[in-house]
């Protein structure tokens, strides 16, 4: 989905007007407009995007983006495209995403009862008492809604789908057959901020939360939603109760999280993994297909395909069993 269903967005932006904004001198074709700004994988010819950790640089032989902003460390890294050189691009990429979207750190709730919309009528919709449904909703046939939930503006949900109680979901697309059990928090902003001497700075988080197809999501989970991408569970996943979802991760298809496991921002994991209870995923790591997790177990780099870790740092499962006697 390239439009922004959840925020405003500025038209254009001048590459002026960026230059500015990031305090360094302007660069060629400083009179030029961009569209967005986007990750590298989704960036298309006018938009700016940005590296940051040498982690992406997979990514650049298919950039389209012709504007990168970057640090002067990676710059080596980046050919045939016009550098904006900063010093934190992460500092840059927040002040810029606020440019494109003035409203990007707004967090404004429902202050409207029950909202009897037209695209709602006639359909098969079973809502519990003191339901909260914002402007813009729309809910396929057969689903049913819990006491007390909030189901915030613009939100998407797909047929024959069973929200629980007490369940806020924002900044969302759900599909079709999904089951998400009391308590959960679907769309929140992730943490994401820039420590200062006597404040915080807070980064904008425009992304959103994509469930696909078959998916079940437990009681009390907390899934974010993404800074510039999304956040995504892929078909037929099943995630047990207080499973902790940062921004930008990527969980493939076929895959079991149990209970108390968080992820960290960006990581992906891959299908049919399986992830014991209280285990912990690093940030910006890849999980490949068919990896097992045992539980407890702190994940700190990329796990290859078809691999059984367990421990902390997770190893292979048989080293541990070895180790451990």
């Given at each position: ?228 991408g999304n956040t995504i ?16 991760v990527k969980i493939g ?51 290859p395909d078809n691999t ?18």
């Amino acid at each position: 989905m390239s439009k922004n269903i959840f925020y405003k967005k500025i038209n254009k932006v001048s590459l002026k007007k960026i230059c500015k904004e990031l305090k360094i001198p302007n660069i060629k074709k400083s009179n030029f407009y961009l569209n967005d700004i986007k990750t590298l994988d989704e960036a298309n010819t006018n938009d700016i995007t940005f590296l940051h950790n040498p982690k992406y640089l997979d990514y650049l032989p298919k950039v389209k983006s012709n504007f990168v902003i970057t640090t002067s460390r990676l710059k080596k890294y980046i050919f045939n495209k016009n550098l904006l050189i900063v010093e934190n691009v992460l500092i840059g990429v927040s002040k810029i995403t606020k440019l494109f979207y003035p409203n990007s750190l707004d967090e404004n709730f429902i202050t409207r009862k029950f909202i009897k919309q037209n695209s709602l009528k006639n359909k098969k919709i079973t809502l519990g008492l003191n339901v909260v449904i914002g402007k813009n909703v729309k809910i396929g046939n057969n689903t049913f809604i819990g006491h007390n939930s909030i189901i915030e503006d613009n939100v998407i949900i797909g047929r024959n789908c069973s929200i629980g109680s007490n369940v806020i979901i924002k900044k969302t697309i759900i599909g079709n057959n999904v089951n998400i059990l009391d308590g959960a928090v679907i769309g929140k902003k992730g943490f994401g901020f820039f420590p200062q001497k006597n404040r915080n700075i807070r980064y904008p988080h425009i992304g959103m939360v994509i469930i696909k197809d078959n998916v079940e999501i437990g009681s009390n989970n907390t899934i974010d939603r993404g800074s510039l991408g999304n956040t995504i569970i892929g078909e037929n996943t099943f995630l047990d109760n207080q499973v902790h979802i940062a921004h930008n991760v990527k969980i493939g298809k076929n895959c079991i999280i149990t209970a108390q496991v968080g992820f960290a921002g960006s990581s992906e994991v891959g299908d049919n993994v399986s992830i014991g209870g209280q285990a912990g995923v690093s940030g910006h790591l890849k999980i490949g297909n068919n990896v097992q997790i045992g539980g407890g177990s702190g994940v700190l780099k990329n796990i290859p395909d078809n691999t059984k870790v367990m421990g902390y740092p997770a190893k292979d499962i048989r080293l541990f069993i070895k180790e451990n006697k």
